[in-house]
């Protein structure tokens, strides 16, 4: 399988501090991109291996999972840290640019559609954002499989610490139902099931789609590419980062997160704990005997009445 990851990158130490690529230290962010790179090859590209320690030999290993995998980095204005970073000179491809930071989403969606026809899935995720299931694009190609390309699966972001009143929390909750009105029918085909390795596994459509990321197969990417809205740069989604992210694919497809009861289904970390430290201070903690669904037995039994089954099979 070949896979392109495009990830937007930018870091001014003389920035504001509103965001971590503008505050001054730049190790933080070093790390975070480090992180973020170094988990696509080590997960997805072909060189893995296991030492056989009587023989002192590291033989190949995960070769059902072999993917061929191209890295682009798109900066822009020479502000960024890629010269700082430890990686080999053919670990990854540069691209530069001259747009406003803000921006540099778009730019990546230029990239993807610059290749289409070359590979079997297009990427974008955040530069702090990292991957630690190398069944990851087996659980999305099992998903579309059933269900077909018009929905598409989004991983739940999460943040973890040692510290803090949880370990670990994750991040996009629901926004206000208006907030997304305008650009999706969550109402239509509210709930997805599935059953995988004998566990029931449920997928909603989500109040908040943004995930800092999408993954697309050809098809998708294809369809998306298709549309007059691609690349039109709108950015009236919450700020020009999360409509960059998130804008455009949930205008395309209808978009299913893992239900929260199975959150950890697909799921991708967000480096640091910017969110995670708010709980116990601006966000309150109920006890995990009360959290759930939120539903009364009637509303779960009407909206079971509109689940829509993913077939699967054990073979």
Same mark, same amino acid.
């Given at each position: 399988?070949?896979?392109?990851?495009?990830?937007?990158?930018?870091?001014?130490?003389?920035?504001?501090?509103?965001?971590?690529?503008?505050?001054?230290?730049?190790?933080?962010?070093?790390?975070?991109?480090?992180?973020?790179?170094?988990?696509?090859?080590?997960?997805?590209?072909?060189?893995?291996?296991?030492?056989?320690?009587?023989?002192?030999?590291?033989?190949?290993?995960?070769?059902?999972?072999?993917?061929?995998?191209?890295?682009?980095?798109?900066?822009?204005?020479?502000?960024?840290?890629?010269?700082?970073?430890?990686?080999?000179?053919?670990?990854?491809?540069?691209?530069?640019?001259?747009?406003?930071?803000?921006?540099?989403?778009?730019?990546?969606?230029?990239?993807?559609?610059?290749?289409?026809?070359?590979?079997?899935?297009?990427?974008?995720?955040?530069?702090?954002?990292?991957?630690?299931?190398?069944?990851?694009?087996?659980?999305?190609?099992?998903?579309?499989?059933?269900?077909?390309?018009?929905?598409?699966?989004?991983?739940?972001?999460?943040?973890?610490?040692?510290?803090?009143?949880?370990?670990?929390?994750?991040?996009? %909750?629901?926004? #206000?139902?208006? @907030?997304? +009105? *305008?650009? /999706?029918?969550?109402? &239509?085909?509210?709930?997805?099931?599935?059953?995988?390795?004998?566990?029931?596994?449920?997928?909603?459509?989500?109040?908040?789609?943004?995930?800092?990321?999408?993954?697309?197969?050809?098809?998708?990417?294809?369809?998306?590419?298709?549309?007059?809205?691609?690349?039109?740069?709108?950015?009236?989604?919450?700020?020009?980062?999360?409509?960059?992210?998130?804008?455009?694919?949930?205008?395309?497809?209808?978009?299913?997160?893992?239900?929260?009861?199975?959150?950890?289904?697909?799921?991708?970390?967000?480096?640091?704990?910017?969110?995670?430290?708010?709980?116990?201070?601006?966000?309150?903690?109920?006890?995990?005997?009360?959290? %759930?669904?939120? #539903?009364?037995? @009637?509303? +779960? *039994?009407? /909206?079971?009445?509109? &689940?829509?089954?993913?077939?699967?099979?054990?073979?």
């Amino acid at each position: 399988m070949r896979i392109l990851f495009t990830i937007p990158h930018f870091f001014n130490p003389e920035g504001s501090g509103q965001h971590g690529s503008l505050r001054k230290d730049p190790q933080t962010r070093r790390i975070a991109i480090t992180t973020c790179l170094t988990a696509l090859k080590g997960l997805y590209g072909k060189s893995q291996y296991i030492i056989d320690i009587s023989k002192y030999q590291a033989v190949p290993a995960n070769q059902s999972h072999e993917n061929d995998v191209d890295i682009i980095v798109c900066t822009t204005q020479g502000f960024h840290l890629l010269s700082q970073i430890p990686l080999g000179s053919d670990f990854l491809m540069h691209h530069k640019t001259n747009v406003e930071p803000m921006l540099l989403g778009f730019e990546c969606q230029a990239v993807l559609k610059s290749c289409l026809g070359k590979y079997d899935y297009y990427c974008y995720l955040e530069d702090d954002l990292i991957l630690h299931d190398p069944w990851f694009f087996v659980k999305l190609k099992w998903f579309n499989h059933y269900v077909g390309n018009n929905n598409l699966l989004q991983p739940n972001r999460y943040e973890v610490s040692p510290l803090g009143a949880v370990p670990k929390a994750y991040i996009d %909750g629901n926004l #206000k139902p208006e @907030t997304t +009105a *305008k650009f /999706q029918n969550i109402r &239509e085909e509210p709930q997805l099931k599935g059953k995988i390795m004998g566990k029931v596994i449920a997928f909603h459509r989500t109040l908040n789609p943004h995930s800092g990321c999408y993954f697309l197969n050809a098809e998708q990417m294809a369809e998306w590419a298709s549309k007059s809205y691609f690349l039109d740069r709108d950015t009236s989604f919450i700020s020009p980062l999360e409509s960059a992210s998130t804008l455009g694919i949930m205008r395309t497809f209808r978009v299913y997160k893992p239900a929260a009861t199975n959150a950890s289904f697909l799921e991708i970390q967000h480096f640091g704990t910017t969110f995670l430290s708010l709980i116990g201070n601006h966000i309150s903690l109920l006890e995990r005997q009360v959290q %759930g669904e939120g #539903k009364t037995q @009637t509303e +779960a *039994k009407n /909206q079971g009445k509109e &689940e829509v089954k993913i077939e699967t099979q054990t073979n």
